[in-house]
């Protein structure tokens, strides 16, 4: 059995939890201004704020938020940090999640009115890890629960067409507050990212914890 690496992993939920936290603390007086600086916005961009690539996504909107991408970056994350390596695998995490937020921002310069919102998030990042990992595991079957109640196997590439067609289906036809948009671009940067690897597998998922390595995993550079 692998021992799955976890640092860097570890490190994201940290950081996106201590930042959740650290705005509930703020008076409710500087928290418009606090979202107005690190929430990512067209006007944010114009105004040479480029860093609210990067500090969007630690920031959620809410302890549902926050808690759902925490347990699917805490699912994702082990696997593709193991696969890629810790300084990989962050690329991969960031980039994405910058890419993610730039499409967001070319929705807005468009259609002001449908995609102006600030968008805040890790959510573009761990679409990143998903185009990954099921790119690199194409084949391999993955568990999901439906609704965290209703349990179904199948391919991963096939979980990823399956979430791409409600992305593109929640890009056309927006529901509710969610930055379809950003979700796009996290899984286009994370299917660019790979296939400019030329990743290969090194576990075999599909059982209670990956297993058999392939290869040995690569080292953290």
Same mark, same amino acid.
Not at 1 to 23: C, D, H, I, Q, W
Not at 209 to 214: A, D, I, M, N, S
């Given at each position: 059995?692998?021992?799955?690496?976890? !640092?860097? %992993?570890?490190?994201?939920?940290?950081?996106?939890?201590?930042?959740?936290?650290?705005?509930?603390? @703020?008076?409710?007086?500087? *928290?418009?201004?606090?979202?107005?600086?690190?929430?990512?916005?067209?006007?944010?961009?114009?105004?040479?704020?480029?860093?609210?690539?990067?500090?969007?996504?630690?920031?959620?909107?809410?302890?549902?938020?926050?808690?759902?991408?925490?347990?699917?970056?805490?699912?994702?994350?082990?696997?593709? !940090?193991?696969? @890629?390596?810790?300084?990989?695998?962050?690329? =991969?995490?960031?980039?994405?999640?910058?890419?993610?937020?730039?499409?967001?921002?070319?929705?807005?310069?468009?259609? &002001?009115?449908?995609?102006?919102?600030?968008?805040?998030?890790?959510?573009?990042? @761990?679409?990143?890890?998903?185009?990954?990992?099921?790119?690199?595991?194409?084949?391999? *079957?993955? *568990?999901?629960?439906?609704?965290?109640?209703?349990?179904?196997?199948?391919?991963?590439?096939?979980? =990823?067409?399956?979430?791409?067609?409600?992305? @593109?289906?929640? %890009?056309?036809?927006?529901?509710?507050?969610?930055?379809?948009?950003?979700?796009?671009?996290?899984?286009?940067?994370?299917?660019?990212?790979?296939?400019?690897?030329?990743?290969?597998?090194?576990?075999?998922?599909?059982? !209670?914890? &990956?297993? *058999?390595?392939?290869? !040995?995993? &690569?080292?953290?550079?």
């Amino acid at each position: 059995m692998v021992r799955l690496s976890r !640092e860097v %992993t570890y490190g994201l939920l940290v950081l996106n939890f201590a930042a959740f936290l650290y705005e509930q603390f @703020l008076p409710p007086w500087a *928290r418009i201004p606090f979202n107005s600086r690190y929430a990512l916005s067209l006007a944010g961009i114009q105004g040479g704020s480029w860093w609210q690539f990067l500090t969007y996504q630690f920031l959620h909107g809410n302890w549902v938020h926050l808690i759902l991408n925490l347990l699917f970056l805490d699912s994702l994350g082990p696997v593709l !940090e193991t696969t @890629l390596g810790a300084r990989k695998y962050l690329a =991969l995490y960031l980039v994405s999640g910058a890419l993610g937020g730039l499409v967001h921002l070319v929705g807005a310069a468009m259609s &002001p009115t449908q995609f102006g919102h600030s968008v805040v998030g890790a959510s573009a990042g @761990l679409c990143g890890l998903l185009a990954a990992l099921a790119t690199i595991y194409s084949e391999d *079957r993955l *568990r999901v629960m439906i609704l965290f109640v209703f349990p179904l196997t199948l391919k991963a590439k096939y979980l =990823l067409l399956i979430f791409g067609v409600v992305t @593109l289906a929640g %890009t056309i036809v927006p529901l509710g507050n969610v930055s379809h948009l950003a979700h796009l671009g996290g899984l286009v940067g994370g299917l660019w990212f790979v296939t400019l690897l030329k990743t290969e597998p090194v576990l075999q998922l599909g059982e !209670e914890e &990956p297993t *058999r390595p392939v290869a !040995e995993p &690569p080292s953290t550079g």
